[in-house]
């Protein structure tokens, strides 16, 4: 691995130096850069965006829309106008659901998602199905967490309108094949959800390539702060779509009886907007553009190997998925025999060690595999070989720390 030390531009690794941070699926920590760009722009460009027509307020605006930009060019997106900025990849998923699914689906109509779907690519969709009297299928994996072209063709029927899947699950960490699979789509006339938070951190994506009619991400898993997320949608699609919120800004005129609304992307984005997350957003892409996605997914792949590799030495660890490194991307999720993931989570916190232990927010998933819950250490580039050591120092430690001799 290359010796650059990305910790250095993490001020939480000099906070706490002797943390090993292994919980990057559920946030990442913030670089210096990013914590500045928001610093700057609340000391110098503050003002309500997109209101004012003073000096200060034409700059915050410009500071929010260079960001929109930005992104456009981040995922491959044809348009500034198909960047929504929302809070998080949830309120992308809820938006798709309450203003696509509310004006599309009707009874009988069936919505596709599969067995391991965070919640937040779930129940938008078992809530839309239910109150339209659409009918919720599930695509199911293999032990290995692989979905199949085959698979998919013979869960698609005609009545299909909406296929839910992530580009990375955040249990398997495995990437699904997403361009394959939105070229079934488009041939049965169904529209592909794609839920990127577990992806666009981590490799190029770019929506045009893939062929997504809809893309979620977060910020704050990808260098961000939290409370800024995306929502990528095609032109076409977004523009016939209903507001999904209400209030200022998403208008165009307002009457006694009713209003028209402002073009896209305003027409999503009620109510004054997160202008400092999205300029922290901003910084975040600039900051990955300079490492680059070789480097990233190079070094990333490299510590997953090793996580993935030493793991199968120890007895009576069960990794979950793939036990090819090359299929976890940077998550790996486990049990050991007769230790409560609680326990596991207890005593990698004595050690310092930052791990996730619970359902993952895949509870359907989880009870197909048949486990309650799991253990999930998750890297990102600027971990080093060091963290892995010290996840495994203790990992090796564990069932003999709760009282059994192997
Ligand atoms: C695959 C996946 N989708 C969606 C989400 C939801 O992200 P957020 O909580 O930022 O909305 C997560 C969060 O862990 C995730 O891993």
């Known amino acids: 691995m290359s010796e650059h030390d990305y910790k250095r531009d993490f001020p939480v690794f000099e906070k706490y130096p002797d943390i090993a941070y292994l919980d990057n699926s559920a946030t990442t920590q913030k670089p210096q850069a990013v914590i500045d760009a928001v610093s700057r722009y609340y000391r110098e460009e503050n003002a309500n ?10 700059k915050a605006t410009d500071a929010y829309e260079n960001a929109r930009i930005a992104v456009r060019d981040f995922i491959g997106a044809a348009s500034e106008r198909e960047i929504i900025f929302t809070r998080n990849a949830s309120e992308s998923l ?3 659901a309450y203003s696509w699914g509310r004006a599309n689906i009707r009874e009988n109509d069936e919505i596709l998602v599969t067995i391991s779907e965070h919640h937040s690519n779930f129940l938008p969709w078992q809530i839309l199905a239910n109150e339209k009297r659409a ?14 072209a085959e698979a998919l063709k013979k869960a698609l029927t005609p009545r299909t309108k909406l296929f839910a899947i992530a580009q990375i699950s955040n249990v398997f ?11 079934i789509c488009r041939a049965n006339g169904t529209l592909i959800v794609c839920d990127g938070a577990q992806s666009v951190p981590h490799i190029p994506v770019d929506v045009r390539e893939l062929g997504v009619d809809f893309l979620a991400f977060s910020g704050h898993k990808m260098l961000a702060p939290m409370g800024i997320g995306v929502l990528y949608g095609r032109e ?3 523009e016939e779509m209903p507001p999904f919120l209400y209030g200022g800004e998403m208008i165009e005129f307002v009457t006694l009886c009713g209003a028209t609304f402002a073009e896209l992307p305003h027409k999503f984005e009620a109510g004054t907007v997160n202008a400092g997350g999205a300029v922290g957003l901003h910084a975040a892409i600039d900051y990955i553009n300079a490492i680059g996605f070789n480097e990233i997914e190079r ?6 190997k090793l996580l993935v590799t030493e793991m199968q030495q120890v007895p009576h660890i069960n990794i979950v998925g793939s036990h090819d490194p090359d299929e976890h991307h940077g998550i790996v999720t486990f049990t ?10 207890a005593i990698f916190d004595e050690s310092g060690v930052c791990i996730r232990a619970g359902h993952h927010c895949a509870q359907p998933l989880h009870k197909y595999l048949g486990v309650q819950s799991t253990v999930r250490a998750s890297v990102a580039f600027y971990n080093d070989e060091n963290d892995v050591r010290r996840f495994m120092d203790c990992l090796k430690t564990i069932r003999r720390r709760m009282g059994y001799s192997d």
């Open 49 to 58: 965006p997109l209101r004012g027509l003073y000096e200060l307020a034409v």
């Open 94 to 96: 809820n938006l798709i």
């Open 135 to 148: 009918k919720l299928k599930f695509l199911k994996c293999s032990e290995t967490g692989e979905y199949t």
């Open 173 to 183: 960490g495995r990437v699904n094949p997403i361009k394959e699979f939105a070229e």
């Open 236 to 238: 076409e699609l977004l």
């Open 299 to 304: 070094r990333e792949n490299e510590l997953t």
């Open 336 to 345: 050991i025999d007769d230790v409560h993931p609680h326990d596991i989570a």
